[in-house]
Each structure stands twice: as structure tokens, then as C-alpha cells.
């Protein structure tokens, strides 16, 4: 199996957020954070106009996720 290329978590919060761009369901999702790792995906938080977030965009952003997750490492971020 060929390695995965590493990206910073800015990088991948960027390509995240240029997918759920194109998809007129997640309109209302202003922002989104990769906070950390749950099993072999990473965790997402979502800034959202609105008290919700949709459950067809919900099921988007795991697929473009587990998608990202099995292209890209996240790089390990430098101790403070």
C-alpha cells in the first residue's frame, strides 16, 4: 500500500472546506476545525449559521472526511 502524503491540520481543514464549498445542502457551514483523532478518522467541529447542521450535509462532511483521512496523514503539530 503506497504511503500517504502528510498535511498540516490547516491544510486539511482547507480542503474540507473547498469540498463542502461545492455542495449547496452545506451553505450554512461558515467554518470547520479538525480538534483531533477518534479510530482511524478525525474528529470535526463545525461553525454553522444556524441552530443546526443538516443531516444530509452531517453525512457529507463523514464522507468527504473518511475520503480525506484515507489520503492524508495529519502531521503531528510541534510542542508549545
Given amino acids: 500500500m503506497p504511503q500517504k502524503l502528510t498535511k498540516t491540520r490547516a491544510e486539511l481543514e482547507t480542503l474540507l472546506m473547498a469540498e463542502l464549498r461545492k455542495d449547496p445542502v452545506c451553505s450554512s457551514v461558515e467554518a470547520i476545525a479538525i480538534t483531533g483523532r477518534v ?7 463545525v461553525e454553522r449559521d444556524g441552530p443546526r447542521i443538516r443531516p444530509d450535509c452531517r453525512h457529507r462532511i463523514w464522507e468527504i ?7 492524508y496523514d495529519l ?3 510541534p510542542s508549545p
Fill in 39 to 45: 479510530g482511524r478518522l478525525w474528529n470535526i467541529a
Fill in 65 to 71: 472526511t473518511e475520503r480525506l483521512c484515507g489520503q
Fill in 75 to 77: 502531521a503531528r503539530e
